[in-house]
């Protein structure tokens, strides 16, 4: 078995290293025929998130954080079955590995600085609104004698 389609980048200059990714395949289910019987084609990845030497401290940090929920003793496991043949479920559950990761490991957004509406915008809403209940106010059929 040979190397995968190259290096999958998590973000930047940082890859997910072949060395420290566990694969272990067995039969999948759905589609196939006689095939699925025989072969071991669902893929399942481990990642040692808490051992890694691979990313930097602060990623390391936030996605042991964020992906507390998936993880089971500092590991991550991704399973892909959706294909019918081994290599392109190993690849699917690379790709989304490194997904997963590159989500996890990102920054936390800027903050929201608050603004005030602009006062002429309120004022025109009011106005709109006073035209309007003027409107529905005169529907009112007490006037018509």
């Not at 694969?23 to 990845?45: I, Y």
């Not at 399973?79 to 920054?107: D, G, I, K, M, Y």
């Not at 529905?136 to 004698?145: C, E, F, I, L, Y």
Request: charge should be positive.
């Amino acid at each position: 078995m040979g190397d995968m389609s190259g290096p999958h980048l998590i973000r930047g200059s940082v890859a997910l290293p072949e060395a420290e990714l566990a694969w272990r395949f067995s039969r999948s289910s759905g589609p196939g025929g006689q095939h699925v019987n025989t072969s071991d084609s669902q893929a399942e990845l481990r990642f040692d998130l808490a051992g890694t030497e691979a990313l930097p401290e602060v990623w390391k940090q936030r996605a042991l954080e964020r992906l507390a929920s998936r993880l089971v003793d500092g590991v991550i496991v991704v399973r892909a079955s959706e294909h019918r043949s081994q290599w392109r479920n190993r690849e699917a559950a690379a790709v989304r590995l490194a997904a997963l990761l590159a989500e996890a490991t990102a920054p936390p957004p800027r903050p929201r600085r608050p603004t005030r509406v602009p006062r002429g915008i309120n004022e025109r809403r009011l106005r709109e609104k006073k035209q309007r209940s003027e409107t529905k106010r005169g529907r009112s059929g007490r006037d018509w004698t």
